[in-house]
């Protein structure tokens, strides 16, 4: 049980985005061992068929598993959306998604009940973000819309530019009719595009992301498990990308404030 406390935990996404979540388990959970995998090569999952990413989903799962973790955090919203229930019964350690802290959040935060869900084709698609918030608030007016563009943005490094409001803009039109008083970014990607997507966005918007919220749960998990780490040893996290490491590298200094990250390059 001693070595089970002190196995890390597993984080898997389709690219940089994860590493959202990563920043807030950094911050809440200091002691904890992470490691990560994020499918660069084969990003974004958004316009994959569900198989596919189920198929991708379950080969990162099973290489952590491999690596001895002792609980998963899906922080990508398409594979919690079409993956998180057949790997919770794949495998003995606990699976936690995104979708369900997320949607707990935005009508926490919702005074009037009208929420835009911000997401890939493939989550927005799923609807999983709509039944997670129905099933707390039935009376919610929900409206969903996908935001093909910005997983590309953020994996490309992009996401600093100055010129991207237009795209953002763009991408925001169907909005621009719309009552609501609550955004969910739906996509653990659009963190770091929180700047462009606050200035075009009605002013006093509230914006939620489920990083926060899903460590909460990471933390309650760990407690009820008795698995939290007590060694009073602090590693750093160690990253796995299946693309180019420099991108990732680039990413991991700039979100994280890393001066070197332990970034390796895997084949799934």
Known sequence: MKN????????????????????????????????????????????????????????????????????????????????????????????????????????????????????TEGTIKSGAYENAIAAISPEADIISLACPKFVPLVESGDYRRKDILPIVRETFKPLSEVDFDTAILGCTH????????????????TIVSSANETVQDVKRVLNDRGIANESGQCEAPIFYTTGELDPFISIAKDWLGFDDPDVRFIEL
Request: proline share 8%; net charge neutral.
């Open 4 to 119: 089970r406390k002190a196995a890390p935990i597993g984080v898997i996404d389709s690219g940089v985005g994860g590493l959202t979540v990563v920043k807030e388990m950094l911050k809440l959970l200091p002691a904890e061992p992470i490691v990560y995998i994020g499918d660069d090569a084969r990003c974004p999952y958004g316009p994959r068929s569900a198989d596919e990413v189920r198929e991708y989903t379950m080969e990162m799962a099973s290489a952590l598993s491999n690596m001895g973790i002792k609980m998963l955090v899906i922080a990508c919203n398409t594979a919690t959306a079409v993956a998180l229930e057949e790997l919770q019964a794949c495998f003995s350690f606990p699976v936690l998604g995104v979708i369900a802290p997320g949607a707990r959040a935005a009508v926490q935060n919702s005074s009037n009940g009208k929420i835009v869900v911000l997401g």
């Open 190 to 205: 659009y963190p770091l595009l929180h700047g462009p997507i606050q200035s075009i966005l009605p002013h006093g918007t």
